[in-house]
Nanobody, 124 residues
């Protein structure tokens, strides 16, 4: 099982980036997937999550700016990030769980068993 993120980079405030996470080594049947980020000196925080029924959850800090999507046929999880702010700067991690996670727990890192290596997003 392997998750690999891509699409990070540097952008000016107000700009956009699109992150992708590709899965391999298993059938893309994770019941819940999410994006997390962890700024230096801070705890890892959930940004957006989507379950197998495509129900989406967003952190308040990114609502209206970020959009999470998943394509089970292509085995890809994406995060479209618009209107980026300097406080969005962090490495972003893709996470997956074979089990359904209650909505109120989807931003708990411990609920996910698989993680990618992270991709850096820098907003100046």
């Amino acid at each position: 099982v392997q998750l690999v993120e891509s699409g990070g980079g540097s952008v000016q405030a107000g700009g956009s980036l699109r992150l992708s996470c590709s899965g391999s080594g298993y059938t893309y049947n994770s019941r819940c997937m999410a994006w997390f980020r962890q700024a230096p000196g801070k705890e890892r925080e959930g940004v957006a999550a989507v379950d197998e029924r495509f129900r989406r959850t967003y952190a308040d800090s990114v609502k209206g700016r970020f959009t999470i999507s998943r394509d089970n046929a292509e085995k890809i999880l994406c995060l479209q990030m618009d209107k980026l702010k300097p406080e969005d700067t962090a490495p972003y991690y893709c996470a997956a769980s074979l089990y359904m996670i209650q909505i109120q727990m989807r931003f708990r890192a411990g609920e996910y068993g698989w993680w990618g290596q992270g991709t850096q997003v820098t907003v100046s």
